[in-house]
């Protein structure tokens, strides 16, 4: 029944996208299953924003193509569209209209949304429908385009930094949104600089250099090819230490040492056997960690 | 000082297009007279059947001496220069202070350190160069035109001395309106009270001190090449000086961004109109469009009601003859006269449709597009839908203008005939859907440039044919233009085969912008 391919959401073939001379997108092979929350991560300028406006066919592909269920947005956008709801960086929207004639007008065009959800969306994100676009902050017109676009219940939501300018409160209606959604089955891509925000809601995550995928993996996998950090407190001065492979150590303190360590623990715990060891304290590096490593190291791809 | 070049600087496109066209007023009026009128007794009966017909008078406005080129001048360059002078210094003022502050760039120039009061400064010295700029294209025109230099200098410091009161004007409407429509349609109401006012004092005799409570009318008091009398030049230095003085008060009193009367920015929600992106367009574009199906209708009016002088007028040979150069058949009846000023409607009529390009552009630039095509909504159904709301508002404009003057005609007594007028507004369409569909192929292929292209296609086109003609150039050449292939309908006959091919061009050309709107990539500003 439902082939392998119709059950990507998303998936690229070599897409590419050049701008003049400047390359935006370098061959990207990207493959969202259905129902999978996928964090879109890079810096700015990285080629996030350029793969949303390809997979919608807003911007034509140099080389490569992009499909949405199958679909190829550049040649068929209107069935592409139908199972897609989008929320733009910034909103994009009538200045003269109000909360709630926006919402009436996008929700037509889509093909009608679930008016109760809706309702229920306003009242989570305490929107004032009465009030004409213009009169609202950006933060609050950001609102009107998330509401529209959840209110869709669409198949796939493709969210270019969607929370960029909503206070903390709206933030964490954002997540309880996106875990429903979840929840129903419907694919999330989410474009965001919020590292906790990603590491909160995604199950796997992308992260985007220069136009490339250079990591991709889950959170655990992801975690494995960062450092551990581990924290040793000695009763005295810190000893001196052989050095060890994958071992690095990364600060001295008056009785403190902190080892990352890339490779295996063993060797560093065998080396700390019969020294005088007080506390001893690990933890995984965040997303945050992952993310600028992979940003101080010069680019090679890591197979994720 | 740098302020004031910005500001200078994002004039420049308006400032420009006012001078040519103040220039070639200046210069076209007083050559054509001179051509005309050759003789003392042309001059003569050109006073008795124009200077006292009430229609014409409340156009151009009372004059002093039409026997000479210079009064004629006086009285037919500064009648219609002095409106559009005073349209210009609003739309300058607003264009400085309500929509920069709108924009949100205000904020970001005094957040450095730029003061209010100089910003304000800055865009009144702006303005003030802007206004030097026009005295200079008059001038520049009747001199020209073989006019005196002291009396043209006059005349063009007549003429732009309005500027000034209605830049204050448009200033004091920018204080109180809190979005740029909301001060022009303060601005306009002003303009249009002031040209009332003019209307009144020119029209009657018992009323005529009324002139000096209107701008217009103190640009008519300063008598350039009839005794001019520059002490009146007080008056709108006055009142410029008080209204500057007055939004600049204004202005302390109230917070960057907002307006003095409150904005309505809430409402319960209208449903209409919002169920496909063409029909939320024409939403969108109701004021505007009714802006010109108002505008072009009173003109529409006038000439009809205007027409009705010609019959009572012996017009000399000469100027049939100057007319026939043009082409444009017989212009002796009140029917000629109506068919050969409906050809300005064909000009208006096609920047209309230009305008309707430019305003699909702006939804694009603006990125409001994006939000719309990630929809399930075609590119083709989108462009499609604007390229037929502006036909369809086009079919309005012309139905209306040629209903309009067939009233302002029969009102008069002309003997012309209801279809016979409605003939002569749809003559107009073919020349403006032509222009739409080469306007929307320019967008599809280069939207940056379209609006450009677009207005610049149709402003040289119009140009052409008139030049070509007047100065004699070729058959084959002055044809080569659009606007040469239209017929000064109701005397000529409805060119029916040049309709048609205009017609299978435009809709070629839409044709192929839809198909060629579907390969580019979007691009905003």
Known sequence: MASPATALAIETEGLTKRYGATLALDGLDLAVAAGEVYGYLGPNGAGKTTTIRLLLGLHRPTTGRGKLFGVDAWRDPVRAHRRVAYVAGEPFLWPSLTGAETLEFLGRLHGGVDAAYRDLLVERFQLDTRKKLRALSKGNRQKVQLVAALATRADLLLLDEPTAGLDPLMEMAFRQSISEAKDRGQTVLLSSHLLSEVEATCDRVGILRKGRLIDQGTMAQLRQLGAQTIDVTFSGTPPQLPALPGVHVAGTGANTLRFEVSGEVTPLINSLAGQPVVGLSTHQPSLEEIFLHHYDSSDGRVPG | MLLARRAFADARIRTISFAYLFAAVAYLNPVSYRHTYATLSERLQFAHSFANNKAVVLFYGKAYDLLTVGGYSAWRVGGILSILAAVFGLLAAVRALRTEEDSGRTELVLAGMASRAGLYSASLASIGAQMAVLWAAVVLGSLLAGLPAAGS????????????????????????????????????????????????????????????????????????????????????????????????????????????????????????????????????????????????????????????????????????????????????????????????????????ACSQVAAARHEESDERLETLLALPVGRRQWLGGRIGLAAGAAVAISLCSGLLGWVGAASQGVGISLPMMLEAGANCLPVALLFLGIAALAYAVLPRASAGIGYGLVTVAFLWQLFGSLFGAPGWLVRVTPFAHVGAVPTQPFRIVSAAVMLAIGIVTAVAALLAFERRDLMGA
């Open chain 2, 153 to 352: 200098a006059y005349l063009a410091l007549a003429i732009a001395s309005v500027v000034p009161v209605f830049a204050g004007a448009g200033a004091v409407a920018s204080q109180f309106g809190a979005t740029r429509r909301v001060a022009l349609e303060l601005g306009g109401a002003f303009v249009a009270l002031t040209f009332v006012l003019r209307v009144i004092a020119d029209t009657s005799t018992s009323l005529s001190w009324l002139r000096w409570a209107t701008p217009l009318g103190w640009a008519e008091e300063l008598r350039p090449f009839t005794g001019a009398r520059p002490v009146v030049l007080l008056l709108p230095l006055a009142a410029a000086a008080v209204l500057v003085v007055l939004a600049g008060r204004l202005q302390d009193r109230r917070d960057v961004g907002t307006g003095l009367l409150a904005a309505v920015d809430s409402a319960p929600p209208r449903q209409r109109l919002l169920s496909s992106p063409t029909a939320q367009a024409l939403r969108g574009e109701r004021g505007g469009l009714l802006v010109w199906l108002v505008g072009v209708g009173a003109f529409a009016l006038i000439i009809g009601v205007i027409s009705k002088s010609i019959s009572s007028a012996g017009i000399s040979r000469q100027l049939r003859h100057e007319f026939a150069k043009l082409g444009t058949g017989s212009v002796i009846t009140p029917k000629g006269y109506i068919g050969f000023s409906f050809l300005f409607f064909v000009l208006a009529l096609s920047l209309f």
